[in-house]
């Protein structure tokens, strides 16, 4: 990848990318301010297109979910790279999202978390075409919807299950860390689990089964449920729910549980743990009681983010690594993150997450902020990276062979 840095073209890209970077903060700041809670990201999503479409990428397009792509295409018979950004964040769509700023740093909900990813998106896009650089594969940039919570990852999987696109390797922009590099995929079962009964007054009623008692019986069993180590697997009640007041018995109680691991066969055993002891400890409450009236549960799962597998040693990691370390950022590797990564490292595909540029603290707090030192950076690393990945016309070779979708052995020099 050293080897990029000897083509004038490049080094006038990077210096681009360095000129830019107020533009790049302004257009972060003018995201910001464009509410986006998962699955409400049709304003964000409309920005995006009209920066696209502004910059002059082609097939540019918002999705039935409310994706947003557009492309460079490539000069020959070589890969397809998609760079991604989510639009979502994790707060309402009430949530004051008025800008403050103290001395040099920013603070705003949702500033970093992935606005800044998405600026830095558009920033690498406006570069390649401002500068006309042509990359041998094709480039998809791409801000996608609903990466967060509850939003289980649909814009990513509506990509890889409706595309028409034979997509490569995948790049996403989500990482706290600049030299981060995420190249493993935690998976996830979220379930709501929701337990209903005939309800009653706490004196005169005494002796119905109650709600909340079996909840609570489930939750103490979950409590004492083990895990191993390696490969790293959790679980948490996040979120409980129920009653009317304190002498009522409830007639409905419900709780949310997080169930998370970096292997799919851990993810199926404790899921099943979960199911089994939901029904043990509702039967037990209703055995409890001498009544004909019961309680019952309802499980739904509203969460569903497969896990993968993917060498360190990979070539796609190590390109991101060398990018790091061309461009001046310390790269360091990660793999505590379920991020948009997790659909393509689940199908086989190349694929990590990457970090954003500047100083930032207090991510999904509304407290966050940013401080844009050296933010270029990210962006300058970003854009060696798909050209090492896709290759340069006339320049270097793709790192991505896609006979037979293998990344090559050669990082290059």
Same mark, same amino acid.
């Given at each position: ?10 080094i006038?890209a ?38 696209f ?6 097939n540019v ?23 991604a950004?989510?639009?979502?964040t ?5 949530t004051? +999202? ?66 028409n ?15 981060g ?20 007054h ?79 400890e ?5 055995k ?16 569903n ?19 790091a ?10 793999n505590?993150?379920?991020t948009?990564a ?20 207090k ?12 933010a ?6 970003? +854009? ?13 070779e ?8 293998k +990344?090559?052995n050669?990082?290059?020099?």
């Amino acid at each position: 990848m050293k080897k990029l840095l000897n083509n004038e073209n490049i080094i006038n890209a990077l210096q681009f990318i360095k000129e830019q970077d107020n533009k790049t903060l302004q257009e972060q700041l003018e995201l910001c301010e464009i509410p986006a809670p998962s699955h409400h990201e049709e304003k964000r999503a409309y920005y995006v297109k009209e920066k696209f479409e502004e910059i002059g990428l082609e097939n540019v397009k918002i999705d039935k979910v409310s994706n947003v792509m557009g492309t460079i295409p490539g000069s020959g018979n070589g890969p397809t790279i998609m760079i991604a950004a989510h639009t979502d964040t994790v707060f309402p769509i009430e949530t004051d +999202l008025t800008i403050k700023k103290k001395d040099d740093v920013y603070y705003c909900p949702g500033i970093n978390d992935d606005t800044r990813g998405v600026a830095e998106l558009i920033t690498i896009a406006r570069t390649m075409k401002k500068l006309n650089i042509q990359p041998i594969g094709n480039i998809i940039f791409c801000a996608n919807v609903c990466e967060e919570g509850l939003g289980d990852l649909k814009g990513v999987k509506y990509i890889f299950g409706n595309s028409n696109h034979s997509i490569d390797a995948f790049i996403s922009i989500d990482n706290p860390v600049p030299g981060g590099i995420v190249y493993t995929a935690t998976g996830s079962h979220r379930y709501q689990i929701t337990f209903k009964g005939p309800g009653g007054h706490s004196f005169a009623d005494f002796g119905l089964p109650n709600p909340i008692h079996a909840m609570g019986r489930v939750i103490n069993t979950i409590s004492q449920f083990q895990v191993p180590k390696i490969p790293k697997t959790t679980f948490n009640v996040g979120i409980i729910e129920g009653g009317t007041s304190v002498n009522t018995i409830s007639e409905s109680a419900s709780m949310l549980v997080d169930i998370r691991s970096d292997c799919e066969e851990e993810l199926t055993r404790l899921t099943n743990e979960l199911k089994n002891a939901v029904k043990q400890e509702v039967k037990n409450e209703n055995k409890k009681w001498d009544s004909k009236e019961e309680v019952i549960a309802e499980i739904e799962m509203k969460g569903n983010r497969p896990a993968g597998t993917q060498s360190q040693d990979s070539i796609i990691v190590k390109a991101a690594w060398e990018a790091a370390n061309v461009i001046g950022i310390e790269p360091e590797l990660r793999n505590e993150s379920s991020t948009d990564a997790n659909i393509p490292i689940n199908m086989g595909i190349p694929a990590i997450t990457i970090g954003r540029g500047g100083e930032e603290g207090k991510v999904h707090t509304t407290d966050e902020w940013f401080k844009p030192t050296n933010a270029f950076l990210a962006p300058q690393r970003d +854009l060696i990276l798909i050209l090492g990945l896709a290759g340069l016309e006339n320049y270097i070779e793709p790192m991505i062979n896609t006979d037979n979708k293998k +990344l090559k052995n050669e990082i290059g020099d």
